[in-house]
Nanobody
Framework: QVTLGESGGGLVQAGGSLRLSCTAS????????MGWFRQPPGKEREFVAA????????YYADSVKGRFTISRDNPKSTVYLQMLSLKPEDTAVYYC?????????????????WGQGTQVTVSS
């Protein structure tokens, strides 16, 4: 069992930045590939970024590539999402998730554990 807790969301103006954090507890953090997803208001949940267990391999949705950076600190059991040049369309509830899949994946069905989410609102 893994418990995930996100923090760092908030209200920011377009062009601003935020860093989300997600801290895990319960099992060895480095056993999991980690991902960030988001759910905009009235829309389906969508993939944002993922990072592998070690020798970090990362993958991004096209909509955030070049603006968002995912990273992890295994000794601190924490994964981060640095978000730059935020746009109003980035407004969403952001979730971190943990996957035991062999490779990093964009499919939310392959993420077993989820955080409660943190709201990010970008004003124009």
């Amino acid at each position: 069992q893994v418990t995930l807790g996100e923090s760092g969301g908030g209200l920011v103006q377009a062009g601003g930045s935020l860093r989300l954090s997600c801290t895990a507890s319960g099992q060895t953090f480095s056993d999991f590939n980690m991902g960030w997803f988001r759910q905009p208001p009235g829309k389906e949940r969508e993939f944002v970024a993922a990072i592998s267990r070690s020798r970090p391999i990362t993958y991004y949705a096209d909509s955030v590539k070049g603006r968002f950076t995912i990273s992890r600190d295994n000794p601190k059991s924490t994964v981060y999402l640095q978000m730059l040049s935020l746009k109003p369309e980035d407004t969403a509830v952001y979730y971190c998730a943990a996957s035991t899949a062999i490779i990093i994946t964009t499919s939310d069905r392959l993420y077993r554990y989820w955080g409660q989410g943190t709201q990010v609102t970008v004003s124009s």
